[in-house]
């Protein structure tokens, strides 16, 4: 799922996608990568590029590897 | 006579009570692979492992040292047939892995890290019947040396390093939608604007 991050807790990440917005479960085991390199979920801001793969645990999206970057500056002038 | 047959009575009072005993533990749930093997299913299995690999292979000592060339011959091998099972990391945590039975073994644990390095190239060429492992081996030198990279690999699993786990998921063995979507990310995180993503999140 492909999106920008709304909203980062410590058990939960909230992403706006084309679809709207989605919430998945952030666990111990959830993978951070940031721009190709390992990262924490201490890393991931709001308005983050992101793309979250994630498994279904019953009614909640469990966030299994999430890959972000920032979110692009202003274009110079 | 008498006692003869009193202790014949009992013997076979004996092994009937086993087998029922044997039975009951095996057909616990049916066929199904969705009940966890018991302790002693567990255990016995294990010991019936080792005693069916022989000793000459049992002694082998890994012909090959553990060069940084070695293990990454040996990651990537392992990236493109075992990490389906048994995960890039070796822990058994995928979706194939956790649905076996017996369950795909965490590799970095003592129970495989205590194997003989002939015990893992016998099982990695052999394969365990009744298991999910497959016998990889062809029997040619070649197929014989990228085995003995691999037991150096999972010699290696347990100081894994998260750069490394990295490197494996770019070798995973991926369908042309997985490496089309795949692009698709790398694009989106790069500044492209998002396009639709067509992946199934339910396995």
Not at chain 2, 73 to 88: E, K, L, P, Q
Not at chain 2, 94 to 115: F, I, V
Not at chain 2, 158 to 176: A, I, R
Not at chain 2, 189 to 195: E, N, T
Request: with cysteine; proline share 6%; charged share 25%.
């Amino acid at each position: 799922m492909r999106g920008i991050v709304v909203s980062v807790g410590r058990e939960d990440l909230t992403v706006k996608t084309s679809h709207g917005s989605e919430k998945f479960v952030l666990t111990p085991e959830t993978e951070f990568v940031k721009s190709g390199a390992p990262a924490a979920a201490g890393d991931l801001k709001a308005s983050d590029r992101v793309v979250v793969h994630a498994k279904k645990k019953g009614s909640r999206m469990e966030a299994v590897k999430v890959e972000f970057a920032p979110a692009a500056g202003p274009k110079k002038q | 006579m008498k006692t003869l047959c009193i202790v014949l009575a009992l013997s076979l009072a004996v092994v009937l009570g086993a087998l029922v005993a044997g039975a009951a533990l095996l057909f616990r749930g049916g066929i199904s692979a969705r009940v966890e093997p018991t302790n002693v299913e567990a255990g016995m299995a294990r010991r019936l492992l080792r005693l069916g690999i022989p000793d000459s292979s049992r002694q082998l000592r890994n012909p090959v040292a553990p060069s940084k060339d070695v293990l990454a011959a040996g990651r990537a091998h392992f990236a493109d047939h075992c990490a389906i099972c048994h995960g890039n990391d070796g822990a058994g945590r995928t979706e194939m892995g956790r649905n076996l039975y017996p369950r795909a073994p965490d590799l970095r644990l003592p129970q495989t890290q205590e194997l003989t390095d002939g015990e893992l190239f016998y099982i990695i060429e052999n394969g365990v019947r009744l298991t999910g492992m497959p016998g990889w081996g062809e029997g040619s030198e070649e197929s014989g040396r990228a085995s003995w990279h691999l037991v150096a690999f999972i010699r290696h699993l347990p100081l894994l390093t998260s750069v490394e786990k990295m490197e494996m998921e770019h070798l995973n063995p991926k369908g042309p939608d997985e490496w089309r979507e795949m692009q698709k990310d790398e694009a989106f995180l790069k500044g492209s604007a998002p396009s639709p993503d067509t992946r199934h999140e339910n396995h």
